[in-house]
């Protein structure tokens, strides 16, 4: 790596992280993924394959180097980052780009600079910088940029698909149950709870049991959803026991939606 890729790839990730600590949303954004997705890997890249050698990479094994090397970075750093500790935050994840971006071009300046002496490195034949230059010929055509077009295409599918997939399912309906802080305990021994389940929008038909603290059934309703997939209603329960709820459907029934009401403090004392 010669100093003006190194001196580019340093200011562009001083750049970067300074932006995504202090940037707004349209700076931040774009720095992030430069630091997340490019950064690391053209630096890693450069440290790891030599220009001057025959036998080194072409361009496109370089362009398809860059983000898979970035992302390793961040899979295999974040891996390590939490190993150790660490917190995968803003400034956790910018730490690593950063770092792993800095070194690796310090490796490959070393490199370049105190690596073979010219006469133990491979001369290629003929003279001139157009022989040291690998020419854009039919069969490097098919073999190179060819299977690249074939993955870019692939990509942009499956991102196609993924996007009209989550433009479908965004408002799909989940089928939730909740319940309300319990009230006081009463002089009966009961607590009033509020219960409410929402996107009933599916097969039903559904039934709300509860059980105490040695599996006892205690209570156990029909619910019916309104006509926004809700339904919601206030019970009472003991306030010595512990209370699970459950939302049955489908036959035989089987528990959909489970929670726990714990007793009362006081009643257990």
Same mark, same amino acid.
């Given at each position: 790596m010669n100093a003006v890729r190194a001196g580019v790839l340093t200011g562009l990730t001083v750049v970067s992280g300074a932006a995504v600590l202090l940037g707004p949303l349209p700076v931040s954004a774009p @720095?992030?993924?430069?630091l997340s997705l490019v950064l690391p890997g053209a630096a890693l890249v450069g440290a790891l394959f030599r220009r001057d050698r025959p036998d080194d990479l072409g361009g496109v094994e370089r362009l398809v180097l860059?983000? $898979?090397?970035?992302?390793?970075?961040?899979v295999l750093g974040g891996l390590l980052?939490? @190993?150790? *500790? !660490?917190?995968? #935050?803003?400034?956790?994840?910018? !730490?690593?780009?950063?770092?792993?971006?800095?070194?690796?071009?310090?490796?490959?300046? $070393?490199?370049?600079?105190? !690596?073979?002496?010219?006469?133990?490195?491979?001369?290629?034949?003929?003279? *001139?910088?157009? @022989?040291? =230059? /690998? =020419?854009?010929?039919?069969?490097?055509l098919v073999h190179e940029v060819l299977p690249l077009v074939f993955v870019v295409a692939l990509l942009a599918g499956f991102g196609w698909y993924s996007f009209r997939d989550s433009e479908r399912t965004y408002n799909m309906a989940v089928v939730s149950l909740s319940a309300a802080p319990p009230g006081p305990v009463a002089a009966? *021994? #009961?607590?009033?709870? =509020?219960?409410?389940?929402?996107?009933?929008? !599916? $097969?039903? /038909?559904?039934?709300?049991?509860?059980?105490?603290?040695? *599996?006892?059934?205690?209570? =156990?309703?029909?619910?019916?959803a309104d006509a926004r997939g809700s339904w919601s209603a206030t019970v009472k329960y003991p306030a010595d026991q512990r209370v699970t709820v459950k939302l049955l459907t489908g036959t035989p029934a089987r528990a959909y939606r489970e929670l726990v009401i714990a007793a009362a403090a006081a009643a257990r004392r």
């Amino acid at each position: 790596m010669n100093a003006v890729r190194a001196g580019v790839l340093t200011g562009l990730t001083v750049v970067s992280g300074a932006a995504v600590l202090l940037g707004p949303l349209p700076v931040s954004a774009p @720095a992030g993924l430069l630091l997340s997705l490019v950064l690391p890997g053209a630096a890693l890249v450069g440290a790891l394959f030599r220009r001057d050698r025959p036998d080194d990479l072409g361009g496109v094994e370089r362009l398809v180097l860059i983000p $898979a090397l970035s992302l390793a970075t961040l899979v295999l750093g974040g891996l390590l980052l939490w @190993a150790v *500790g !660490g917190t995968l #935050n803003r400034v956790g994840w910018l !730490g690593l780009s950063a770092a792993t971006t800095l070194v690796a071009v310090a490796v490959a300046v $070393a490199r370049q600079r105190w !690596g073979a002496p010219a006469g133990d490195r491979p001369e290629p034949a003929g003279d *001139g910088p157009a @022989a040291r =230059r /690998p =020419r854009l010929t039919r069969p490097r055509l098919v073999h190179e940029v060819l299977p690249l077009v074939f993955v870019v295409a692939l990509l942009a599918g499956f991102g196609w698909y993924s996007f009209r997939d989550s433009e479908r399912t965004y408002n799909m309906a989940v089928v939730s149950l909740s319940a309300a802080p319990p009230g006081p305990v009463a002089a009966d *021994g #009961n607590r009033a709870v =509020r219960l409410s389940v929402t996107g009933l929008t !599916g $097969a039903g /038909p559904y039934t709300l049991v509860a059980t105490d603290s040695v *599996g006892e059934q205690i209570d =156990r309703r029909k619910v019916e959803a309104d006509a926004r997939g809700s339904w919601s209603a206030t019970v009472k329960y003991p306030a010595d026991q512990r209370v699970t709820v459950k939302l049955l459907t489908g036959t035989p029934a089987r528990a959909y939606r489970e929670l726990v009401i714990a007793a009362a403090a006081a009643a257990r004392r």
